[in-house]
């Protein structure tokens, strides 16, 4: 509901706003929207069962994309045309986000029972995820048993209620370090967002490079295509036969490095219909892979860990995102041209590959001393992939 109330906001301001400090509110209230974004994946992972996490996450993904490509579409159609202006397409937005939030009035909120009995059976199931050895089970354990007073405390006091909190979050941020998936797949969430918010943001400038005239302009017939077809990926993600898990590094590894090399591509090219084909190829890869990091992470959480988790993989890829910007591309750092930005992009991801690579290397390594070891035990850890 915070979500959609602050897109109101912020499209009422876009269509009755006038004044500088009316857009300076605007961006407040956008902000805040794009914030409360993570609450509707941690609501749609609480209420679902988790055998069917990368169904939802795939239809959360795909009904996104497929309503960026109607909206695309709608656009360039009015615009090209001349039966709509601007103020149509924001006025069009306003009554869309409008309908979002009767929508999210609709919604049943969550009971904190159902919470408490979620946390309480992943906890008593957390054998199945087969620990290595003790002192890692005992671990978890003692986080889950921490999560649950955390949840299930009623504090007698306003800063009673505030520590518990804090503690809270203290508990649900020791996931990172028990559970290796979730750390391989938040390493390349947060990594791997930076470079792709970057080249969303300048991709527009490198065309505007290799375009000689109107003709030439397709950009929003572009982004028509790269939403469908990143929507029909993201879909057909929970019919693919793949073991993230077990083989997510190499494919971590094999995918930052053939983005980089699409992106040093895309950097040297002339071609605008080129360098369309590449934009689109980079970004269905980076909205497959999204998809898999969602249902892969969201399976190893507890259900009061999603938005903690999501919400800092988000903060810490924006964190990058605007170190990276001030390097390259705003005149206090760099300032490089556009084409000069897209190769250190390309340089960006190559680094991606490098780090899983390595950390391919050392799973290696890791499991060949086990197997040489005569006391290594024989199962294998959902944590430890």
Known sequence: MLEASCLCATWAFLVWGTTVWQM??????????????????????????????????????????????????????????????????????????????????????????????????????????????????????????????????RPPTIDNGIVAYFYAIWSHFKIFKNNKVVLKWSLWWALTSCGIFQVYNYVQTLWATMQKGDEDTKNGLTECA???????ISFLVQYMKVNWIKRGE???????????????????????????????????????????????????????SYGLVFGWNTFLALTLQTILTFAVADEHGFALDIRTQFVVYACYFGVVALI?????????????????SPNAPTGSSSTSA
């Open 24 to 153: 300076q509110l605007m961006q407040v209230a956008f902000g805040i929207a794009s914030a409360a974004e993570i609450a509707y994946y941690s609501y749609m992972y609480a209420v679902v069962d988790q055998k069917h996490y990368k169904k939802i996450t795939s239809y959360i993904r795909a009904a996104a994309l497929v309503g960026k490509f109607f909206a695309f579409g709608l656009a360039q159609f009015l615009v090209s045309t001349g039966y709509g202006s601007y103020l149509l397409l924001n006025q069009i937005s306003f009554g869309s986000v409008s309908a979002i939030l009767i929508i999210a009035v609709i919604l049943p909120p969550i009971p904190s029972k159902i919470i408490a009995n979620r946390v309480r059976t992943e906890a008593g199931n957390s054998e199945a995820h087969g620990y290595r050895d003790e002192k890692q089970y005992e671990e978890n354990k003692n986080s889950s048993s921490e999560e649950r007073v955390a949840l299930e405390a």
């Open 356 to 372: 899983f690579t390595a950390i391919l290397l050392l799973k290696c390594a890791k499991r060949i001393k086990r197997r040489r």
């Open 250 to 304: 190499l494919i971590l590894f094999l995918t930052s490095s053939f983005a980089a090399i699409l992106i040093f591509i895309l950097s040297q090219t002339t071609n605008i219909m080129v360098a369309y084909v590449l934009y689109v190829a980079v970004a269905s890869i980076y909205q497959m892979l999204m998809t898999a990091a969602s249902a892969n992470i969201a399976a190893q959480l507890d259900s009061a």
């Open 226 to 232: 790269n939403t469908l077809i990143a929507a029909l």
